[in-house]
């Protein structure tokens, strides 16, 4: 199937799931077919950023591919937070961190070791050394707010305050690390899709970024609108439909394109799509969703339950001991896919 149909019938899906919607009473195809959208959606954006980006330079491709590339995950947080649904926003931005820490970077590293000489992943070890200190930064707000709300002492009374000077502060580091990564890491990031960005202009790009926007914003207000009766249906959990569901959907881009380039040799790019999407959803859509919830009546904090306090801790100091010294071997993949797979399993019966 050509590019454009690809895109035709995500645009196709998303109408489909307008109209389960708007004239049926069927929220679990609703829910269905608007996880699909999302995640057809999040690809849609992905092409139109590489084409916009080709223009300005890779560097600012490789920024614009994360930043719009979480557009799906933003809409369904910020409706999510207007329904009053705070344990599906949380658990959403959780998700896309560990689906794209753990699935995603394990599936990577498994292929990509496969396919390198003497069976061994190898990249450079800087951004993967960065990402790991900016998720380590996220992942102290969130312990120590977890701990404070654990014990009640006097701070616990102030998680909102405390969560937006959090939010505030890793915005700021956030901005520090990104001129540095502009100038080195990021420029190999737009070599994902050059080939296949070439032949769509900017005019046209601009358009799809666009129909890509609004077709997020809907799809995911239906999304949202769904999920009760769909969950009550299928018997599933609110957190093991954020943390899973909409944590792959979508990260559709990262899972398809990071593990397809570790399969081609192309460790070092292969490892700065994914890993930058790591530190992004940690230091910067996480604390911007923060200061947005002020906006709601339903706050967005850091405080976390402690099960997935621990399970970010344990993915920030995983992921940086075996990506950490540029090398990497198939077990270590399956090890992180393992704990993926157990961490879904736990939510599963939540």
């Known amino acids: 199937m050509t590019r454009a ?32 959208a999302l995640a057809g959606l ?4 992905a092409v139109g950023t590489e084409a916009v980006g080709a223009r300005f330079g890779p560097a600012v491709t490789g920024v614009l591919q994360s930043t719009l590339g979480n557009l799906p995950e933003l809409f369904v947080v910020l409706f999510a937070l207007s329904a009053g649904e705070t344990v599906v926003a949380q658990t959403s931005i959780l998700g896309s961190l560990f689906a794209n820490a753990l699935l995603v970077l394990g ?8 396919a390198a000489e003497g069976r061994c992943m190898t990249f450079g070890a800087r951004l993967s050394n960065d990402t790991a200190v900016l998720t380590l930064l996220a992942v102290f ?34 901005a520090s690390w990104l001129p540095g990564y502009l100038r080195t890491d990021a420029a190999r990031i737009a070599e994902a899709g050059e080939e296949e960005a070439a032949g769509l202009g900017f005019v046209p790009a601009l358009a799809l970024l666009a129909g890509a926007g609004v077709g997020a914003a809907l799809v995911s207000d239906w999304f949202i609108a769904a ?13 093991f439909t954020g943390l899973v569901i909409v944590g792959i959907a979508g990260n559709a881009v990262e899972n398809v394109v990071g593990i397809t380039l570790a399969a081609k040799g192309k460790s070092d ?17 996480y604390p911007a969703l923060v200061l947005a919830s002020l906006f709601f009546t339903h706050r967005l904090t850091f405080v976390v339950n402690p099960v997935l306090t621990g399970a970010l801790a344990l993915t920030a100091l995983a ?11 198939a077990f270590e993949g399956y090890a992180l896919v393992g704990f993926y797979v157990i961490l879904a399993a736990l939510t599963w019966y939540e």
Not at 107 to 114: K, N, P, S, Y
């Open 107 to 114: 599936l990577a590293i498994v292929a990509g070791a496969t």
């Open 141 to 174: 707000t969130i312990v120590v707010l977890g701990v404070s709300d654990r014990v009640g002492d006097r701070a616990s009374r102030h998680t909102v305050a405390i969560s937006v000077v959090g939010a505030v502060v890793l915005l700021l580091i956030y």
């Open 319 to 329: 992921v940086w001991g075996i990506t950490g010294d540029g090398k990497a071997d």
């Open 42 to 45: 999040a690809w849609i954006v």
């Open 227 to 239: 999920l009760d009766p769909a969950v009550a249906k299928l018997g599933i959990s609110k957190p």
């Open 5 to 36: 149909a690809l895109i035709a019938a995500t645009f196709a899906l998303a109408a489909v799931g307008g109209v389960l919607h708007y004239a049926t009473n069927q929220p679990v195809a609703t829910f269905v077919v608007c996880a699909l």
């Open 269 to 285: 790019l292969a490892l700065s799509v994914i890993k930058n999407s790591v530190s992004q959803i940690a230091v910067l859509l």
